[in-house]
C-alpha cells in the first residue's frame, strides 16, 4: 500500500476515531451522578478530551511509513 493511500484511510480513521471517542465519552459523562465535585469533572474532561489523541497517535505514526521499496 502507498503513503498517498495509507494518508487517505488515515485522515478518514482519525476523523472516525474522533466520533467514536466523543460518543464514549459523552456516554460516560451521562453516567455521572448529578451530584459530583467540580474537580472531578474537570479531571474527567481534560483526560476525555486528551485521550483521542492515543489511537490519533497509532494511525498517523502508520500513515507516515514510508514506501517499501522494490
Known sequence: M????RKL????ACVASIFV?????TSIY???PPELPWF???AYFIIAGM????PAMAIIRWMARPD???
Open 21 to 25: 471517542w466523543a460518543s464514549l465519552a
Open 68 to 70: 517499501p521499496q522494490p
Open 9 to 12: 484511510i488515515g485522515a478518514l
Open 40 to 42: 472531578v469533572l474537570i
Open 30 to 32: 451521562l453516567a455521572f
Open 2 to 5: 502507498t503513503q498517498r493511500t
Open 51 to 54: 485521550g483521542w489523541m492515543l
